[in-house]
């Protein structure tokens, strides 16, 4: 399998009016062509922000500090913005948890997709993009389209707007999805109907995916690979059935012990105690040695690099061997 | 309170105001002319509500600058002979007392019928807000011209010289309220069903306690950056009202009257009696106003620059 | 003390939404009629809930159970039925006599950021209700109070000079629950108590639910949409569909086999962590609005078993053998 996305060392800063805080401390991953990743964390673990670089989206304080996305070859965190407006949208699409946020609700549907194409593809004719519109709609199974066309984000339930969204992303054929928390806004019935929907697409139009979401169980479901993130980092990363199944890393362990679904009914569940820390008082060593059950005294002081645990999943945690 | 001032001085206001530089300059006007007004006993050359220092043989100096001018009277005198600079000065404090009055009594009226008909809602809200329409409707001026009017016949003009500035804090207070009324109804109607509010009701607390200790508090951004505006617009209805000859007589002059009073001068040459005090009155609502727009970016950075 | 603390029954909750007179006002076939426009949130809801139990209502979004979740707590008044406390009837009460019922019944919020009051110091927030419902107490005993709560929720009690600012979600949580324990209740309504929280923090609340509640004897009606958590925590559960129960059971039998075809499609939406292809039951189409009540059945739309008695008749609660209670006809006739 060919690469399709990696990313490598890449380091995110923020310049705040206190100093300058790292978002992302040196993430890398690399996802395949029609590979499907799982970037799993929780809320101000850097997942989203890596999301946006990658299509150079972050906004301002923010900038890509080191490090490369490289796309096909090309190292995205370098290209012109001119040229980052050719792939982004059209290339790589993106997904966002609000479908709102990408719908504009005084446009229809229709006009909406038109218009996205032909904002990449000026010479293509009315009739053309109105049949790729139409198109794209059946293949996220959006029932009688030619109507829904012509009417209005808020005519739509939430779930139908999110499928909306996704035939928004197919229209230009992109190689990669990026889907941050797509169906975090969603019930449970929507999610799965949505998450199904995503698979299939992905198999049948040969794209690459990255899920970038904070629940477990979602992207056991729907990934081959996963990178859990914490605090900034990467701290795990292998094949997703391997590291939920077996994770290595202290933190993996404990927020998939966490899950109501490990415990027995009415037992406590095993927490993980504290909190993860803001980007501004990230510990020295390993991020996570505050909360950890297997601290030492090397990992408040020395950063883990990622190196090779059971089942060949990589970690980032001195409990492990280094690999040469 | 030294961790109130901490807190101050990490806080995003603090932070943004050392970064504005009119922010700062306003403030430091704005607090030498509030200085100034209060202290005008002290600060002021002569009192002009004194008619032993007034000598009618002195009237129409022009400032020092000009080579008719004198030393005794810096900036001139007007045409009755009082020193221009103690005129304006006390002028300065009837403006602002008749300011800051009128705007303490829109906003209890306005806050209080915003609070609860904003809660509330239902007719009493229906009720307040049309009444905020019609009021709106009317021009203030024209109800306070009416009202002047129908007063000065009944108490004469001698007397109405002693009740004028409660008069006109009254008239402009009235005429104001459904600002208040409309932004606090706004804000309450947004607090009003976030979790918190519910959470007080859970423990039982009274309607009337819920608006007071627990909404109150979290419309108190928008009623600063409001006040500040407000108190410009009064100052300025002030002075429109007195240059219509409705508001303060002459000879317990405000910014307005005294601008009026000098107004019959400007073409026998005589500018400096109308132009200073109304370049008095420009940096004092500008230097108020600039406040406002400052502290209206801070608390609600949302809205556009107009 | 054990028996029945709450039982609600036949409880319907409509809120208008038709706005003013003028906006009533409609013209149709040469005449103005005034028409209201009403969202029919909780329909025809009975339960009943012990001390010292979990009862956990699930369902989608728009279901109606925050409504009967606030409607319980008097927050908003029932259209029709009853709510009783321990046999008294709380509501149609007004706000002197609700008052003893209030410190017996608290609730928590789901969202931590707008639970708390933003210009309130965590002391004030505790503080306050604790002062209200007990006048008689001197500052110490105040005092004694708030550190005891403070520690039992695993909050410092040095903490509460800070505003609510200064906290994570989860520490907000955490005195949120601690504001409403307060006051000594022995019910609390938790609605969507974790849903805003991250995995790990979601997990210390939880287990802070149930500690709470063996340690007060506490009895909670939760509201959830996170059916793990519920198949964790509860005692019973109550499956909501358009704002009527569907099913109610025990939780055990519940989750091992749902009997009504809406509880059936949910629990099979479950991601399973341990992954692989997704067998889950789809359902056709969409929930329909709670303005136009589908008649009959309001599943009826969706439902694979669907006939024609499903779509004239509402189905009523019935009990099966295991105990548990469906509102479908399919079950009762023994189709499904």
Redesign the interface.
């Known amino acids: 399998m060919s690469k399709l996305l990696e990313v490598k060392d890449l380091v995110i800063k923020f310049a705040l009016r206190t100093g300058e805080v790292t978002a992302t401390n040196g993430v890398s991953f690399t996802l395949n062509k029609g590979e499907r990743l799982g970037l799993v964390g929780e809320s101000g673990a850097g997942k989203s922000v890596t999301g946006f670089s990658i299509i150079n989206l972050i906004s301002k304080p923010g900038y890509i500090a080191s490090g490369e996305v490289d796309f096909l070859g090309e190292n995205l965190a370098k290209v012109s913005d001119e040229r980052m407006r050719s792939i982004r949208g059209n290339r790589i699409s993106m997904i966002f948890q609000d479908p709102m946020m990408t719908l504009n609700p005084v446009l229809t549907i229709g006009t909406q997709m038109t218009e996205t194409l032909h904002q990449h593809n000026p010479n293509m004719s009315k009739e053309e993009a109105r049949n790729i519109a139409l198109d794209k709609l059946c293949k996220v199974y959006i029932p009688s389209p030619e109507k829904r066309l012509a009417q209005y984000p808020h005519e739509f339930s939430g779930g139908m707007r999110q499928r909306i969204i996704i035939a928004i992303a197919l229209l230009t054929g992109p190689e990669l999805i990026i889907a941050d928390e797509p169906t975090t806004a969603l019930d449970v019935t929507i999610q799965a109907e949505i998450m199904e929907l995503l698979m299939e697409l992905c198999e049948t139009e040969d794209m690459g995916l990255l899920l970038i979401t904070h629940d477990l169980a979602v992207v056991g479901q729907v990934t081959q690979n996963i990178a859990v993130m914490y605090a900034g980092s990467v701290v795990e990363k292998g094949l997703t059935a391997q590291v939920i199944a077996n994770p290595q890393h202290p933190y993996s362990q404990g927020l998939i012990a966490a899950l109501p679904q490990s415990s027995k009914h009415g037992e406590r569940l095993n927490q993980i105690p504290g909190m993860m820390p803001t980007l501004k008082d990230i510990p020295p060593g390993c991020a996570f040695n505050p909360r950890c059950s297997h601290v030492m005294d090397i990992c408040k002081t020395e950063t883990p690099c990622l190196r090779l645990g059971e089942n060949g999943n990589l970690v980032a945690c001195h409990l492990y061997p280094e690999s040469e | 309170m030294m961790k109130a001032l901490g807190n101050f001085k990490d806080s995003f206001l603090w932070?943004s105001f050392k970064r504005d530089k009119i922010a700062i300059i306003s403030l430091l006007v704005l607090v030498l002319l509030v200085l100034i007004a209060v202290f005008a006993p002290l600060v002021a050359p002569y009192n002009p509500y004194d008619p032993e220092t007034i000598d009618i043989m002195n009237s129409e100096i022009p400032p020092v600058w000009d080579e008719a001018g004198e030393g005794a009277f810096l900036l001139g005198t007007d045409s009755q002979g009082r020193d221009m600079l103690s005129t304006m000065i006390y002028g300065m404090r009837v403006s602002i007392i008749i300011g800051l009055g009128a705007v303490a009594l829109q906003a209890f009226l306005g806050v209080l019928i915003g609070l609860f008909a904003g809660y509330h809602g239902g007719r009493l809200d229906?009720f307040f807000m049309r009444a905020a329409d019609v009021q709106l409707s009317f021009s203030y001026l024209m109800v306070a011209i009416f009202m002047s009017a129908v007063l000065q016949a009944l108490v004469g003009v001698a007397r109405f010289g002693d009740i004028a500035v409660p008069f006109l804090i009254l008239v402009i207070g009235f005429s104001q309220w459904p600002q208040y009324a409309r932004t606090v109804r706004a804000s309450v109607l947004a607090e009003r069903n976030?979790?918190?509010v519910?959470?007080?009701?859970?423990?039982?607390?009274?309607s009337t306690r819920i608006i007071l200790?627990?909404i109150f508090?979290?419309t108190?951004s928008p009623i600063l950056v409001l006040s500040t505006i407000q108190v410009a617009n009064a100052v300025m209805s002030e002075a429109a009202l007195s240059f219509l000859g409705l508001g303060m007589p002459i000879d317990r002059p405000s910014l307005g009257s005294l601008i009026n009073s000098g107004f019959e001068f400007i073409f026998s040459g005589a500018w400096w009696i109308t132009a200073l005090p109304g370049l008095l009155l420009v940096i004092l609502v500008l230097s108020i106003n600039m406040l406002g727009d400052f502290l209206r970016d801070v608390f609600n950075p949302k809205l556009y620059k107009g | 003390m054990s028996g029945v603390l709450l039982s609600v029954k036949n409880l319907y909750k409509h809120f208008d939404i038709s706005g003013g007179m003028l906006d009533q006002i409609k013209f149709s076939r040469g005449k103005f009629h005034r028409k209201k426009t009403l969202v029919k949130a909780v329909n025809n809801i009975s339960f009943e809930l012990e001390a010292g139990e979990t009862f956990s209502v699930v369902g989608e979004s728009g279901c109606g159970k925050s409504t009967l979740g606030r409607t319980i707590m008097g927050l908003y008044p029932p259209n029709a039925g009853e709510i009783r406390y321990r046999g008294d009837r709380i509501d149609s009460l007004d706000h002197k006599q609700l008052l003893p019922y209030r410190k017996k019944m608290q609730m928590v919020f789901q969202d931590p950021y707008a639970s708390l009051n933003p210009r309130k110091t965590i002391q004030q927030a505790l503080e306050d209700p604790l002062r209200y419902h007990s006048p008689q107490l001197n500052n110490g005993e105040v005092k004694d109070r708030i550190d005891e709560v403070m520690l039992q929720v695993g909050s410092d009690p040095q903490w509460i000079s800070r505003m609510p600012h200064e906290f994570s979600g989860g520490q907000r949580q955490r005195i949120s629950i601690a504001r409403a324990l307060i006051i000594d209740p022995e019910f609390i309504v938790a609605d969507e108590p974790i849903s805003a929280l991250d995995v790990s923090i979601q997990a210390q609340i939880l287990n802070l639910m149930m500690d709470l509640q063996q340690q007060r004897n506490l009895a909670y009606l939760f509201i959830a949409h996170d059916l793990s958590v519920v198949e964790h925590l509860s005692d019973r559960v109550g499956v909501m569909y358009l704002g009527t129960m569907c099913e109610l059971s025990e939780t055990g039998i519940l989750f091992e086999q749902p009997r009504h075809p809406y509880t059936q499609a949910l629990m099979s939406a479950i991601p399973k962590l341990e992954g692989g292809a997704s067998s889950h039951t789809r359902l056709k189409g969409e929930v329909p609005t709670p303005i136009n009540l589908p008649r009959g059945c309001v599943f009826h739309g969706r439902c694979p078993y669907v006939n024609r008695r499903c779509i004239d008749e509402v189905p009523q609660l019935c009990t099966l053998d295991d105990g548990r209670q469906v509102a479908c006809h399919g079950v009762e006739e023994g189709r499904i």
Do not use: D, H, I, W
């Open positions: 932070y229906s976030k979790e918190y519910e959470a007080a009701r859970v423990a039982g607390f009274t200790k627990q508090p979290n108190l």
